[in-house]
């Protein structure tokens, strides 16, 4: 938390058209009025917050009082998306051992092969 803001407080980001062209951005500072929730599914084609992460917060911005919405990350979602990357870690891990076993085979094939051919030269 930063030093000497009240909890559930926080920096608001505002962007404008003409600053995000410029990129220069007003920080500001906001309250959570609603916690992260996912978007319906109307919302997250017509709010651009919800169309990066499927889920949004909304905020009141303590110096206008303005109600926004901000795009957040899920604590559901990240769990998804780990147990996800999970997975794909042990899929690769799996083939990579399967790979190394026929592997290990084939070589053992063509050593045992040259042994009885050198065997059979004598």
Known sequence: ML??????LHLCWLFSEASVREEKQSVKEFVVAEECTPCP?????????????????????????????????????????????????VGVALVSACLVIILQRQLDRKALEKVRKQIESI
């Open 3 to 8: 030093a000497g803001l009240p909890q559930g």
């Open 41 to 89: 599914s109307f919302q997250a084609k017509t709010i651009p917050e919800c169309g990066s992460t499927g889920y949004d917060e909304k905020i009141t911005c303590s110096s206008s009082k303005r109600n926004e919405f901000k795009s957040c990350r899920s604590a559901l979602m990240e769990q998804h998306l780990f147990w996800k990357f999970e997975g794909a870690v």
